[in-house]
T-cell receptor, first 115, second 111 residues
Framework: EAGVAQSPRYKIIEKRQSVAFWCNPI?????LYWYQQILGQGPKLLIQ????????DSQLPKDRFSAERLKGVDSTLKIQPAKLEDSAVYLC?????????????FGSGTQLSVL | GEDVEQSLFLSVREGDSSVINCTYT??????LYWYKQEPGAGLQLLTY?????DMKQDQRLTVLLNKKDKHLSLRIADTQTGDSAIYFC???????????FGAGTRLFVKA
């Protein structure tokens, strides 16, 4: 079974530039998550989709971050404009809808450095 | 609000047992999880326990839950160098709409 795919693997940008990350979840997984993991911290949820609808985006800084999940499959996360404090690993995870628990399957992440 | 706390570092010798501890604050937590993260990789689910259980064993892994004290532990028997990684404790409540992670415990295994 293919895992969660993310690209790019690394990205270096200057502050005030924009950047986009892409995620392809495990086939059949209805729920998709974007997490931000700052160095030395645990992942923090940014946004959760159920199919192509947003379930929770309370922690998403909406003045600069946006995310979409077209057709309930792939998702993109965008930052515009980026700030220094956005330097982090952005993890995408997916979960099967019918699971009784929230077992998350993570991609390898995109490491973003904002200079 | 919900919070999950873990100690930051643990160092053990190869062949010894490792015990990683975690405390959480949300009394409505239904499921508690242990994830493993190796360098440059995403998190991988190791095991989980339902809140009405006290213990769960899975090969070298033993999870103990003290719901009264909101304390969770992960014991790794016969720790190997390949177990060196960061271990995250996490919790979610009924419906699992939100999973809260601790900051992670970095396990060092000395040969």
């Amino acid at each position: 079974e293919a895992g969660v795919a993310q690209s790019p693997r690394y990205k270096i940008i200057e502050k005030r530039q924009s950047v986009a990350f892409w995620c392809n979840p495990i086939s059949g997984h209805a729920t998709l998550y974007w997490y931000q993991q700052i160095l030395g911290q645990g992942p923090k949820l940014l946004i959760q989709f159920q199919n192509n609808g947003v379930v929770d985006d309370s922690q998403l800084p909406k003045d600069r971050f946006s995310a979409e999940r077209l057709k309930g499959v792939d998702s993109t996360l965008k930052i515009q404009p980026a700030k220094l404090e956005d330097s982090a690993v952005y993890l995408c995870a997916s979960s099967p809808q019918t699971a009784p628990t929230t077992k998350l399957f993570f991609g390898s992440g995109t490491q973003l450095s904002v200079l | 609000g919900e919070d999950v706390e873990q100690s930051l570092f643990l160092s053990v010798r190869e062949g010894d047992s490792s015990v990683i501890n975690c405390t959480y604050t949300d009394s409505s937590s239904t499921y508690l999880y242990w994830y493993k993260q190796e360098p440059g990789a995403g998190l991988q689910l190791l095991t989980y326990i339902f809140s009405n259980m006290d213990m769960k064993q899975d090969q070298r892994l033993t999870v103990l839950l003290n719901k009264k004290d909101k304390h969770l532990s992960l014991r790794i028997a016969d720790t190997q160098t390949g177990d060196s990684a960061i271990y995250f404790c996490a919790e979610s409540n009924t419906g699992g709409f939100k999973t809260i992670f601790g900051a992670g415990t970095r396990l060092f295994v000395k040969a």
